[in-house]
Nanobody, 122 residues
Framework: QMQLIASGGELVRPGDSLRLSCAAS????????VGWFRRAPGKEAEFVAA????????YYTDSVKGRFAISRDKTENTVYLQMNNLKLEDTAQYYC???????????????WGQGTQVTVSS
């Protein structure tokens, strides 16, 4: 079974940048889709971004467009979420998820990482 390891979350100030990583253990990301989700206390989980391993069909939720960028490194078998100009409302536990094949907004994701905390505080 694929295992995902999310890392990179830190305590930062508004306007700072972070890069989150989602590394696959036990299986290659080849032919998979990978997504990033976040959940803040008292709120529902939010679908943040996603990418197919081919690098096409990239999705961003409206609140992060122009600030976040999702990418993948085939040689490292890792998906990244570059987060720029972070805002207070970006504070959340961030999770990566994966599934075999394509994704859409209603996709059931098969594998989930443990999450990494991003805290934006002035």
């Amino acid at each position: 079974q694929m295992q995902l390891i999310a890392s990179g979350g830190e305590l930062v100030r508004p306007g700072d940048s972070l890069r989150l990583s989602c590394a696959a253990s036990g299986r290659s990301f080849r032919s998979y889709s990978v997504g990033w989700f976040r959940r803040a206390p008292g709120k529902e989980a939010e679908f943040v971004a996603a990418i197919r391993w081919s690098g096409d069909y990239i999705y961003y939720t409206d609140s992060v467009k122009g600030r976040f960028a999702i990418s993948r490194d085939k040689t490292e078998n890792t998906v990244y979420l570059q987060m720029n100009n972070l805002k207070l409302e970006d504070t959340a536990q961030y999770y990566c998820a994966a599934r075999l094949g394509d994704y859409n907004l209603g996709t059931e994701w098969d594998y989930w990482g443990q999450g990494t905390q991003v805290t934006v505080s002035s």
